[in-house]
Every structure is written in C-alpha cells, then in structure tokens.
C-alpha cells in the first residue's frame, strides 16, 4: 500500500465524517453531492479506497451519491473558473487538492464544507489553525515540508563533497522552505 493511497483513505474518512456531520443523519431519498478539486486526477487505487470508506459510512454512488470529478485534472491557472463551475451545481462538500485547489474553492463558497488536502494547510493560508480552522474548510496536512530539512542533512552524508544542490520547488506551496535553505547554509 503506498502513502499516497493511505491519504486518501484518510481523506475519504474526513469528507464522509464532514459530508455525515452536514447531513445530520441521511434523509430517505436525498442524493449528496461531493464535488473534486484537483490539478491532477487520482489513481484507480486511491478511487476504489475512497468509496469504500464512503460506502461504510452508508454512501453509496449511483444511490445516494453523486461524485462530481469535471474538476480533476483541470490546469492550476483554470482552478477558480472551475470551482465556481462545481458550486453552481450545489454540492454538499468540496473535496480540495493542493493549495491552489483549496484557495480557489474558499473564493468560490463560504458556505459548503471543504475538506482539504495540503501539506501545511495553517502555513498555506487555509485555515487559521489545526485544533480550530474557522471558516468552512477542514482537511488533512501532510505536513512532509517539516522531513524536508533532514532529507537534506542525509543528502549530503551521502554526497559530502557536494557543494551545489539545486531544488525544484511548487510558487504556490513553500512551507519548509527556509528550514531548508537554513540547513543549507549550515551544512556549507
């Protein structure tokens, strides 16, 4: 089982806790309505865990859910047109991927739950802190930035004459990044 499919299956169990806490309990015939957010689209593996936690939370697609993917894959410049697009049609949560993703789904809604997947969601802006995020959006931090500092203490044990290391790093996601830069300059 890779990492990855572990969070989402921990993001799976957050949207059905949030999509159960929305609805109280489920009312007989009503169709909840999850829409995605992402600047990718998940793999099959990931697909498969996430309704299978929904599924044991009595949500069950094609019955009482309707998983609304049109904003998976979609190009980060892209991200705001699509999430208003997705709130026109009335979901009853946000699933959000990245903070791109995250940041365009809180311009487009106040009001429908999101539940985000970051890696710092307090350091990206998302939510005022973890024990009380405010507003309408939740989720999951990964918080791996904070590991970013040590991977580089073992880089270079491994590479010790190494006097030029370069990183490739997302505009829109630099949580840990003067940690590492920090380190960096030590480490010379």
Request: aromatic share 4%.
């Amino acid at each position: 089982m890779k990492r990855r499919d572990i969070v989402v299956g921990a993001i799976a169990g957050v949207a059905a806790t949030a999509l159960a806490f929305e609805a109280r309990a489920q009312q007989p015939g009503r169709t909840y309505r999850i829409a995605f957010l992402a600047p990718f689209r998940p793999q099959r593996a990931a697909s498969r865990w996430r309704l299978q936690e929904l599924e044991r939370n009595d949500f069950v697609e094609g019955q009482n859910l309707v998983l609304d993917g049109s904003g998976m894959g979609v190009a980060i410049a892209d991200l705001q047109a699509a999430a208003d697009r997705l709130v026109k049609a009335g979901p009853d949560l946000f699933m959000a991927w990245g903070p791109a993703a995250a940041h365009a789904a809180q311009h487009a809604t106040t009001s429908i739950p999101i539940v985000a997947y970051a890696d710092d969601l307090v350091e990206s802006g998302l939510v005022a802190s973890m024990s009380l995020p405010g507003g309408n959006t939740t989720g999951v931090g990964l918080l791996t930035s904070q590991l970013d500092a040590k991977r580089l203490e073992v880089l270079h044990e491994l590479l010790p004459t190494a006097k030029r290391i370069g990183l490739l790093v997302d505009p829109q996601q630099k949580t840990g990044l003067r940690e590492v830069v920090a380190v960096g300059r030590d480490l010379v």
